[in-house]
């Protein structure tokens, strides 16, 4: 469904800080994969998904997603088939703007933004429906601006407005870096929820490693801009967080 | 009056505030190109509709090529803005041919429209309906999905790119549409006047930042949600301070200081806040 092929990134070339982020990384990954990469900082793992969502131009390699080649598509024409959670809450959604209005723009991530007026009735309806599986009564407060919640219900909300439109991969960057650990245990088990009812294609990069033990079904290990270990399917399920610590010689 | 006529500056600047986070200062080019714009239409015999579309072009033109030079160029915006406010000055200057024009003896929207016999009642009423058109017409624009789309623009550039808005285009298109009204206003002006001055645009942006940012602590005082509610607050916003001003000029200040007093008195606007903020919290 999705292919990386001999994907190469160095930033600040030829310079004294040059960093060689991403070397010959060759990932294939099917549909309704839950992929889950792990690394330290630095590693590369953030240029990668940054390089499939397309807000980093890579230096030769191939991304095809569905047989369609889309490493020279802007980041915006990539967002039809891609949707994207920041690990910084604020980043995924306008804090200025209601909730209405985040989902409204969220729903039309796959659409052309017309001179028309799309939050009517229906709209919030649907709207309110989505979010009442939240249980965070905030169905009632679609007027409010998204600036005055908390960063667990912003992350949330992203979460959700990522299947407001029909996507292909969802692409998770450390979503829960910056929240409490209950917060963080909330949006990843949403995570969860969505993508086993979505059927979603996933990519999963984080550096918690009891994160990483619980979900997915395959792993991969990025270590310098290089695949250092990679774990599919029925091993995945048996990998404890221990066995994961090990991976790294943090001792 | 005056003030009306500022009216779809404040809503300009409004929205190259939204979009951008910072005011476009190609406002004060884009200002005077409307007003230029409307004296040479009117001495050629243009009919007064055909000015308006014009002179609007003419903004909307300015704030694209601002717009390019910022997105295409990778130039600040401060220094684009900068940058097509000095150029169009050469531009106002030669298409008027002389700095100063008077419109005294053409016919203008105001005296070719007359509901009432009473002067000032007559132009109060039409600005009232024009200015309440435009505002409709933006209002409309701003709630659209066009609408939401550029006002996330200048809120979460990232956001909005991750959901497939080529926040580029915004950009030309939020500056187009700001700096046509910017130019609206000059035109409105310059027929309230009955003169077209090639320095009228000066530090004309402080005016209009002063309205929006009246307008929007009255926004954020009344927890207005409405869009369009919030514009009414904006032209609100513009009427307070042309008043504040009119008031201290009244008060006998010298009419050169005005400059000087506008930016004082957007100083004291923006800082009141922060000064009153810092001592509530050593109140604490």
């Known amino acids: 469904m999705l292919e990386l092929i001999n994907i190469n990134k160095t930033f600040n070339k030829g310079q004294a800080t040059e960093t060689k982020a991403l070397s010959g990384i060759n990932i294939h990954i099917q549909r309704q994969d839950f992929l889950v990469i792990i690394g330290a900082n630095g590693s590369g793992k953030s240029t990668l998904l940054n390089a499939v969502s397309g807000s980093t131009t890579i230096d030769s390699g191939k991304i095809i997603l569905q047989e369609k080649e889309i490493q020279k598509l802007a980041e915006h024409e990539r967002s039809k088939w891609i949707a994207r959670v920041f690990q910084n809450p604020l980043a995924g959604t306008a804090p200025a703007l209601s909730i209405l209005d985040n989902f409204r723009l969220a729903a039309l991530r796959t659409a052309p933004k017309m001179l028309k007026i799309g939050t009517n009735d229906q709209f919030k309806k649907q709207v309110q429906e989505r979010i009442a599986i939240l249980a965070m009564g905030l169905e009632n407060k679609l007027d409010q601006p998204m600036g005055t919640l908390s960063g667990g219900q912003r992350q949330a909300l992203t979460l959700v407005m990522s299947v407001m439109a029909d996507l292909k991969i969802l692409l998770l960057d450390e979503p829960t870096a910056a929240l409490d650990p209950k917060s963080a245990r909330m949006v990843m088990n949403l995570a969860q929820q969505l993508i086993e009812q979505h059927h979603l294609t996933t990519i999963f990069i984080t550096h918690n490693l009891s994160e990483a033990a619980r979900y997915g079904n395959r792993l991969i290990h990025l270590q310098e801009g290089e695949i250092k270990k990679e774990v599919a399917s029925i091993e995945k399920l048996k990998l404890t967080q221990t066995e994961l610590l090990s991976w790294f010689d943090y001792f | 009056m005056q003030a009306l006529c500022f009216g779809p500056l404040a809503l300009g600047l409004f929205l190259s505030m939204k979009i951008f986070n910072i005011p476009d200062i190609t406002t004060d080019g884009s200002y005077t190109l409307g007003a230029a714009l409307t004296a040479v239409g009117m001495a050629s015999g243009l009919p007064i509709p055909l000015i308006f579309i014009i002179a609007t072009l003419g903004g909307a033109f300015g704030g694209m090529l601002t717009a390019l030079v910022h997105t295409k160029l990778k130039i600040n915006a401060l220094l684009a803005g900068i940058l097509i406010m000095t150029a169009l000055y050469s531009i106002n200057l030669t298409m008027m041919g002389r700095s100063n024009i008077p419109l005294l003896n053409y016919a203008t929207l105001f005296s070719q429209l007359s509901f009432f016999k009473t002067m000032d009642l007559n132009i109060l009423v039409i600005l009232v309906i024009f200015v309440g058109i435009v505002l409709l017409i933006i209002g409309y624009v701003l709630k659209s999905d066009f609408g939401i789309a550029m006002r996330a623009t200048g809120d979460s550039e990232t956001m909005v790119r991750a959901l497939g808005v080529n926040t580029t285009k915004m950009k030309i298109f939020g500056l187009a549409i700001s700096n046509a009204l910017v130019a609206l206003s000059g035109s409105l ?45 904006i032209i609100s916003g513009a009427f307070i301070f042309q008043f504040v001003l009119a008031f201290t000029l009244n008060a006998g200040v010298n009419p050169n200081l005005l400059k000087l007093v506008t930016a004082a008195l957007v100083l004291v606007i923006v800082a009141l806040p922060r000064l009153g903020f810092s001592s509530k919290i050593k109140g604490i």
Do not use: H, P, R, Y
């Not at chain 2, 027929?191 to 009246?214: A, E, K, P, R």
């Open chain 2, 189 to 233: 002006i310059a027929q309230f006047q009955g003169f077209t001055d090639i320095n009228m645009g000066i530090g004309i942006v402080i005016s209009g930042l002063g309205s929006v940012i009246v307008g929007e602590s009255l926004i954020a005082l009344f927890k207005i949600k409405n869009v369009f509610f919030s514009l009414i607050l």
